[in-house]
């Protein structure tokens, strides 16, 4: 059974850090490409950091470059990422994602967990 199980959300104080995890099972995750998206209410999903199945390139929003960091652990099956400097705008429903590097192309997604910026 495929699973990413999210951890590390809840409640944070603007201007401070949170890490989230996304530890993967069922799936060859040494083959697939990893990402973090969010979902704000009312707004739609978007995409906010990737990093390739090698660790060779990353990707970061333009609303979180500098502030957000993506990470892998082939050996532990396991996603990363690191918040800093929160604000009010990073209030949203996080998800992490895996999608196969080949073909044949499978998607997989998180359950989705909460990250909430307060004042």
């Known amino acids: 059974e495929v699973q990413l199980v999210e951890s590390g959300g809840g409640l944070v104080q603007a201007g401070g850090s949170l890490r989230l995890s996304c530890a993967a099972s069922g799936f060859t995750f040494d083959d697939y490409a990893i990402g973090w998206f969010r979902q704000a209410p009312g707004k739609e999903r978007e995409g906010v950091s990737c990093?390739?199945?090698?660790?060779?390139?990353?990707y970061h929003a333009d609303s979180v470059k500098g502030r957000f960091a993506i990470s892998r652990d082939n050996r532990k099956n396991t996603m990363y990422l690191e918040m800093n400097n929160l604000g009010f705008e990073d209030t949203a429903v996080y998800y992490c994602?895996?999608?196969?590097?080949?073909?044949?192309?499978?998607?997989?997604w998180g359950q989705g967990i909460q990250v909430t910026v307060s004042s």
């Open positions: 994602n895996a999608r196969r590097a080949m073909t044949p192309v499978y998607n997989y």
């Open positions: 990093i390739s199945s090698n660790n060779d390139w990353t």
